[in-house]
């Protein structure tokens, strides 16, 4: 069945966006907010702060007040991988990709990222961190690229044009030693590359 990546609140019938409080989608043209993913110990979906900012996981700059969409994908839209695209094979290509919202059995969920900006004609998606050490780039670009072809499967008209996806991560500060490699790697898969920032300014 096809995915819509946009519908608010989501259509899962015991998900986090039936729970009081938990929004799944927003607008704003507040000239700066956040994004926080505070409760995702709890299975909740990332969600946009207007305040608050000393708990932002992610800002964003919109000095022209531009209309922004927020739509949080983890924890909120349930997309199942069904053809035989496999993250651990090097020689995978995006022809075995394919995605369902059905629950067949013994059918895993795909790697979700957090959510997706919308703005102008771009989308911009998004994934949080909060891990000084370990393999958070590889496992943020296993999702972004996941996320990123089943949206262009099951939006392949979209007005949106996919740009380069960010991993923001609180808790580093440095250069990552596979940043090179994790690019490159989604640059072949979905055609842009990844970015590693806290922030991001919509002109």
Known sequence: MPIDFFISPCAKPDGNC???????????NQDR????????????????RLNDEPNWDF???????????????DFCVDIYRTGTYDLDDDNRDVSQFSSDNANPVYI??????????TFDSSILFIEIKRRPHGN???DAREKFEETILSFMEHHPDSPFNVIEPIVSNMLFNRVHQSEMV???ILKDKIGVELKIQKSYEIV
């Open 18 to 28: 039936q729970i009081a409080g938990v929004v799944c989608s927003a607008v704003t």
């Open 33 to 48: 907010f956040g994004i926080s993913d505070a409760n995702s110990h709890l299975r909740r979906p990332a969600e946009v």
């Open 59 to 73: 800002t964003v700059i919109n000095s022209n007040n531009k209309e922004v969409n927020f739509k949080a994908v």
């Open 108 to 117: 895993e969920l795909i790697k979700r990222c957090e959510g997706f900006l």
């Open 136 to 138: 958070w780039l590889s």
């Open 182 to 184: 994790q690019k490159k």
